[in-house]
């Protein structure tokens, strides 16, 4: 078929932009109907022909004898990304009153052939022609390498509620630039306006499947907006369902030329209409940097193409520095892909990178940093994946400064490395859709952490996240599935998924959508033993853990504000006070300044004997590498209960076991720089 010819090498250097964009913005019938068990969890009515489940038996339900409950999580996943990105990326709808046919259609520029579905051709898969037809065919879609196809629609998450998963994310999601940049568009750009219809529509879905079981309350599928309502949800069967929001440029915060595009009251604004939407979880950059924080770097051809697209809304390229730690963002790729590269303007070039220095020089914003605090203030749980190396650090020292749990790595988007601080917070940690068998491996690396921390495990499946998903096995594969099979937890029997005349089966379709996520794990299972599905089961209990726990969350009383401070030496200045009272003053543009030595400390009089368990240093760049905390009830006997020989500046968060203490002392023990030690701000908290 002809291709079609308009300004060939713009309209290919759209299309390749749009594509590495994509590719990377979301990550990464007639037949009759299915036999019913005639229970709770079957519809009264489902309007008009429809999809199969295919499942039978009852969803269990309750709580352990212990009183928690247990189920998957899918910890992201984009049920409405269909509506955003102007509304043409991804093409079918995840329902429709009028039933399967009316939703699962293909978008009007994608008949006859495919050769016009310019996002599905330049991601790879389609080969420039796909049959458009969804129901009752479904020849080419949905695929696990189909890109632009609806992969949640209802029923298909349906039946992935059926095979035991219990709570879902779904992370309304927009990319204005790539919707600015895509031809086809039934709507505007504007994230927050995408934002707003994402959130009403999954509460239409809801509506509509409340209406198949009589009426308002009555279906499945519960929005819910705190985790004793989603623990209430997940103890009676049903599938929890967290509103989330991952957008490149949230409330407006975007930057050009490195200017902040939006205030603190635009972040107040915004965190409050989200949190009225219904939304507990977000991030706050996402692929581009923003005015709130740098991001982690995509890879090689797809990423040189978001650098693209970031100076095409932002006006600035990534810039790399090396990292001051053992943690890295990912490399960026060198060459321009030529179609690419000829949207930018004339004389303007992608940077080359130097291979050595892997991080994003942009981190947290003072910005970002007061939508992560009003984050907080509102017991919302930050997703930390995206954020650059440097961002994700300092905000993770600030979670910890406050003892603050909500913090989530939803599909691997987190250095790895620091899984370890984020279960110590109390955080919650979920894989990315990988293979069967990549999923298995990769848990396993963090296995010993969720003992140690009592975690549950997670999958983010990404659906309509324009990722990619686990390739068929084959039938001879040693963990092909074999149908039918019977759920994780024993109580349902899958056999193969049937929509319209298609059937579709994981090991000759690879995870093509939502409904085929209980098969996956099934062969999960295969690849790597029940315990890995034990792993997953407790995924339910540790996320309402987590969640819990952010709601919870109060901000410690402060027990050495305005309290009396002593040091070993404070340097002298005719003009400015560097005395120790300046690091209890609560102002952080003042400071304690030590003498040039390495043995100096800090001590404070709490006034009486407290309960203290942490303790918080704000250096200023004259930071100490190694030092003591101490406490003391009576000023003279010095016990130490923190230390470190590799403190890293910027903010510190000592933590122990809670001990009482009238007296407490920062003894530095190294210097991190040939001056002294210098602390804006020590802080005491406990009970
Ligand atoms: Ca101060
Ligand atoms: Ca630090």
Redesign the pocket.
């Known amino acids: 078929m002809t291709r079609h010819a308009l300004r060939p090498r713009v309209t290919t250097a759209v299309v390749t932009l749009v594509l590495a964009l994509a590719a990377a913005l979301l990550g990464a019938g007639t037949g009759s109907p299915a036999r019913a068990d005639g229970g709770w969890w079957d519809p009264a009515d489902r309007p008009g022909p429809d999809s199969q489940i295919n499942v039978a038996g009852e969803p269990f339900r309750g709580t352990g004898p212990d009183g928690t409950v247990r189920g998957f999580v899918d910890a992201h996943n984009h049920l409405m990304s269909n509506e955003g990105f102007g509304g043409r990326i991804i093409c079918g709808r995840t329902f429709s009153e009028k039933g399967a046919p009316e939703a699962l259609k293909d978008c009007p520029e994608h008949y006859p052939d495919g050769s016009l579905a310019l996002f599905e051709n330049v991601t790879g898969g389609a080969d420039g022609h796909h049959d458009p037809v969804g129901w009752p065919t479904f020849r080419d879609w949905p695929a696990h390498d189909s890109l632009s196809h609806q992969q949640n629609y209802y029923a298909w998450v349906e039946r992935a509620w059926r095979g035991g998963q219990r709570i879902l994310v779904n992370d309304l999601v927009t990319n204005g630039q790539l919707c600015a940049l895509y031809p086809y568009k039934d709507r505007g750009c504007d994230e927050m306006e995408s934002v707003r219809l994402q959130a009403r529509e999954t509460y239409r879905l809801q509506d509509h499947i409340d209406r198949m079981y009589g009426g308002a309350g009555k279906g499945w599928f519960r929005i819910v907006t705190d985790a004793g309502q989603a623990r209430e949800v997940v103890a009676r069967g049903k599938l929890a369902v967290v509103l989330g929001v991952e957008t490149s440029e949230p409330f407006g915060c975007k930057q050009v030329l490195d200017v902040a595009q939006c205030d603190r009251d635009d972040i107040d604004r915004g965190l409050d209409e989200l949190y009225d939407l219904g939304v507990r979880s977000m991030f706050l950059c996402h692929k581009f940097d923003n005015a709130l924080c740098g991001v982690r770097f995509d890879e090689g051809t797809t990423g040189t193409a978001v650098n693209i697209g970031q100076f095409l809304s932002t006006g600035t390229f990534w810039t790399t520095q090396k990292c001051t730690g053992p943690q890295h963002d990912n490399p960026v790729g060198a060459a321009a892909p030529a179609e690419a590269a000829a949207l930018l303007p004339e004389g303007v070039q992608v940077p080359s990178y130097d291979a050595d220095a892997r991080c994003n020089v942009r981190g947290l914003t003072g910005l970002g940093e007061y939508a992560l605090r009003g984050m907080m203030k509102r017991n919302m749980m930050l997703e930390i994946d995206h954020m650059s190396v440097k961002a994700a650090g300092r905000a993770l020292d600030i979670l910890e400064s406050e003892a603050y749990p909500g913090v989530i790595s939803s599909h691997s988007w987190m250095d790895e490395q620091w899984t370890g601080r984020l279960y110590r917070l109390g955080g919650f940690v979920a894989q990315y859709a990988h293979s069967a068998e990549d999923f298995v491996e990769a848990g396993r690396r963090d296995a010993a952490l969720r003992d140690a921390h009592g975690a549950g495990y997670a999958y983010g499946t990404d659906m309509n996240g324009v990722g990619g998903w686990p390739a068929p096995v084959g039938e001879d594969a040693p963990n092909a599935v074999r149908y039918p099979f019977r759920s994780a937890d024993g109580g349902a029997v899958l056999d193969r998924q049937v929509t319209g005349e298609r059937t579709w089966d994981l090991n000759t379709d690879g995870l093509a959508h939502n409904g085929l996520v209980p098969d996956w794990i099934e062969q999960m299972r295969l690849s790597g033993g029940q315990d890995v599905v034990d792993d997953l089961s407790r995924g339910a209990e540790s996320y309402l853990g987590t969640w819990r726990a952010t709601e919870r969350h109060r901000p410690a009383a402060d027990l050495a504000a305005g309290v009396p401070a002593t040091a070993s030496s404070s340097e002298s200045n005719p003009f400015t006070d560097y005395g120790p009272a300046?690091?209890v003053?609560?102002?952080?543009?003042?400071?304690w300044a030590s003498d040039w030595s390495d043995d100096q400390w800090l001590r404070l009089d709490l006034g009486a004997v407290r309960t203290v368990d942490r303790v918080t240093l704000d250096w200023e760049r004259a930071y100490a590498r190694g030092y003591r905390v101490e406490v003391s009830a009576d000023g003279a006997d010095w016990r130490t209960v923190w230390s470190t020989t590799a403190g890293d500046g910027g903010l510190d968060t000592a933590s122990f076991a809670a001990v009482p203490a009238r007296y407490v002392r920062v003894h530095g023990t190294e210097r991190g720089t040939k001056y002294g030690y210098s602390l804006?701000?020590v802080g005491v908290f406990g009970r």
């Open positions: 300046r690091a003053d609560r102002d952080r543009n003042t400071r804006h701000e």
